[in-house]
T-cell receptor, first 117, second 113 residues
C-alpha cells in the first residue's frame, strides 16, 4: 500500500515556541491531506483538511492561527503549532488520499508525539 | 451527518478463538466503510474496506468484515485470534461525495495467550 511519513516522530518543546510537523506521501500524489489529533485511548479528532494549492478547511473549534497548515505540493503538507502550550501536547496524525478514485482509503502517517513543557 | 458506533470499549478473547469487533454506521447515502488498526504510539494501518459488491470483504492479516445494509453494520471478524492482534481497532465511514471520514471511538482488543 501507499506510504505516508511524518517527521519528527517525537518532539519536546518549551511553552511559547512553535513546532512544525511534516507529512509526506512517499509513493503517490496526495491531492488531499488530513490532520488529526488523538488523545490517549481516544478516537481521532479531525482538525483540518487541506487540498494542494489551496487554503485548509478547519473543523469547528480548531484555531486557524494556532494550527497553521500548508499543503504546498502534492507530496508534502505541514502543520505548525504556533506558540505552543502544555494543552497542545498530543499525538498528531496526518493522512493522505489520492482524489481518484473517490473511494480510495486514506493512508496514515505514523504520528508525531508533541510534548510541550 | 455520518457517524459510527463501536459499542464495546474492550473486546477480550483467548488466543485461537474467533474475534468479532462490532461497528454500526449512519450515512445519508451509500457508505464507504473502512477498518483500521492502531498499535501503541503508531499511526493507523488499513485493514479492509467495503465500497460495493460482495458483502463479505477480506482484508489484511486474516481479517474480514461483513456489510449488512439492513442492520447498517460492518462487523470485523477473524476466525482465530493471535496475541499479536492485540491493538486498537477503528471503524470508519464516508458518504459518497463527502471528503471526510467519521471514526468510531475505537475498540481495544486484548488477546489472551
Amino acid at each position: 500500500g501507499a506510504v505516508v511519513s511524518q517527521h519528527p516522530s517525537r518532539v519536546i518543546c518549551k511553552s511559547g515556541t512553535s513546532v512544525k510537523i511534516e507529512c509526506r506521501s512517499l509513493d503517490f500524489q496526495a491531492t488531499t491531506m488530513f490532520w488529526y489529533r488523538q488523545f490517549p485511548k481516544q478516537s481521532l479528532m479531525l482538525m483540518a483538511t487541506s487540498n494542494e494549492g489551496s487554503k485548509a478547511t478547519y473543523e469547528q473549534g480548531v484555531e486557524k492561527d494556532k494550527f497553521l497548515i500548508n499543503h504546498a505540493s502534492l507530496t508534502l503538507s505541514t502543520l505548525t503549532v504556533t506558540s505552543a502550550h502544555p494543552e497542545d501536547s498530543s499525538f498528531y496524525i496526518c493522512s493522505a488520499r489520492d482524489q481518484w478514485p473517490s473511494y480510495n482509503e486514506q493512508f496514515f502517517g505514523p504520528g508525531t508525539r508533541l510534548t510541550v513543557l | 451527518a455520518q457517524s459510527v458506533a463501536q459499542p464495546e470499549d474492550q473486546v477480550k478473547v483467548a488466543e485461537g478463538n474467533p474475534l468479532t469487533v462490532k461497528c454500526t454506521y449512519s450515512v445519508s447515502g451509500n457508505p464507504y466503510l473502512f477498518w483500521y488498526v492502531q498499535y501503541p504510539n503508531r499511526g493507523l494501518q488499513f485493514l479492509l474496506k467495503y465500497i460495493t459488491g460482495d458483502n463479505l470483504v477480506k482484508g489484511s492479516y486474516g481479517f474480514e468484515a461483513e456489510f449488512n445494509k439492513s442492520q447498517t453494520s460492518f462487523h470485523l471478524k477473524k476466525p482465530s485470534a493471535l496475541v499479536s492482534d492485540s491493538a486498537l481497532y477503528f471503524c470508519a465511514v464516508r458518504d459518497y461525495g463527502n471528503n471526510r471520514l467519521a471514526f468510531g471511538k475505537g475498540n481495544q482488543v486484548v488477546v489472551i495467550p
